[in-house]
């Protein structure tokens, strides 16, 4: 026998994704992204692709620092507030 019900419950973590440039606008590849979340010290990485996007999935809600660094690049700090849905619809 397979029952299926529908499960509501909170969404509990997002994401920060973005795209790394240069001054001209073209994309920097490999470029480090150094992600802390500054309420509870974590550090993550992640690393830009060829077309110098990032992304780092299943933060938990709260502040970070977003910092991005290249050999022959000046560095970008900035801080991000990750947010989350309320309810997430899910099978189980």
């Excluded at 529908?6 to 073209?26: E, H, K, M, Y």
């Excluded at 620092?65 to 309320?86: H, I, L, M, S, Y």
């Amino acid at each position: 026998m397979i029952s299926s019900q529908w499960l509501l419950r909170p969404t509990v973590s997002g994401n920060i994704s973005g795209t790394v440039q240069g001054t001209t606008g073209a994309a920097v590849p490999n470029a480090t992204v150094i992600i802390t979340d500054l309420d509870r010290g974590t550090v993550y990485h992640a690393q830009s692709n060829t077309d110098g996007n990032f992304s780092r999935t299943h933060l938990l809600a709260g502040h970070y620092q977003v910092k991005v660094e290249n050999p022959g690049f000046r560095g970008f700090t900035a801080n991000a507030t990750v947010q989350v849905d309320d309810r997430e619809l899910g099978i189980c």
